[in-house]
């Protein structure tokens, strides 16, 4: 079955770098995403990555997908308050255009 | 502002009432994805149309339904509230059904329906 898993909560000291971590399911997905939800808004695709990439990098934001493990993370590098929302993991199965969402974590930075 | 608009912002209804949340999808999207969020449940796929007519169903309850008119806007129709419908419901838009392409769904800023 499909099932997309990630940590509720992450607080970072604004400047740190943030790490979220995401877990999946389903081998075949082909495309791996993080949205970010802001307060009293809808979702909005930040990046997105390939299955058959490990790696991929964007100004402050580093995806790293581990598909032997299932395990896509999200590296923020120098995290400011801005940054502060919440953050949605979602694969997309091979075969669907239907995205399964994780739970989102919430990323909270203070100074 | 990703293009993509719902009515009301707000709703606030009793117990048994029924409602119609409605979607516009951003300019030449021809496919409307409505979710649920709840606290407890996560974001939740509820129903997908394209050009008019149902493609996917997923965790969508029988007194819920959804239809898409002719000019692509949607209105998603929920009966018998309970309480346990309090939730966010966004819907979303891509312009296309396929399964090729990351497909990024673009969200509306959602309904925050409450049931008293």
């Known amino acids: 079955g499909e099932d997309v898993e990630q940590s509720l909560f992450l607080s970072v000291r604004e400047g740190d770098s943030s790490v979220i971590n995401c877990t999946y399911t389903?081998?075949?997905?082909?495309?791996l995403y993080w949205y970010k939800q802001e307060p009293g808004a809808g979702l909005q695709l930040l990046t997105y990555i390939f299955s058959n990439m490990d790696m991929k990098q964007d100004q402050r934001l580093t995806v790293l997908l581990n598909k032997k493990d299932k395990h896509l993370s999200l590296r923020i590098a120098d995290t400011q308050t801005g940054d502060s929302a919440i953050y949605f993991c979602?694969?997309?199965?091979?075969?669907?255009?239907?995205?399964?969402f994780g739970r989102g974590t919430s990323l909270i930075v203070h100074p | 502002d990703s293009g993509v608009t719902q009515t009301p912002k707000h709703l606030i209804t009793a117990t048994g009432q029924r409602v119609t949340l409605r979607c516009s999808p951003r300019?030449?999207?021809?496919?409307v994805y409505w979710y649920q969020q709840s606290l407890d449940q996560g974001l939740q796929f509820l129903i997908q149309?394209?050009?008019?007519?149902?493609?996917a169903k997923g965790n969508i309850l029988e007194r819920f339904s959804a239809q898409q008119f002719p000019d692509l806007h949607s209105e998603l129709n929920l009966s018998s509230l309970e309480l346990g419908d309090s939730a966010l419901y966004f819907c979303?838009?891509?312009?296309?059904?396929?399964?090729?392409?990351?497909?990024?769904?673009?969200f509306g800023p959602g309904t925050r329906l409450t049931v008293l």
């Open positions: 149309y394209y050009n008019g007519e149902e493609r």
């Open positions: 389903d081998s075949s997905s082909t495309y």
């Open positions: 979303a838009s891509t312009p296309r059904t396929s399964g090729s392409g990351y497909n990024e769904q673009f």
């Open positions: 979602a694969e997309k199965p091979g075969g669907s255009y239907i995205p399964t």
């Open positions: 300019s030449g999207d021809l496919s």
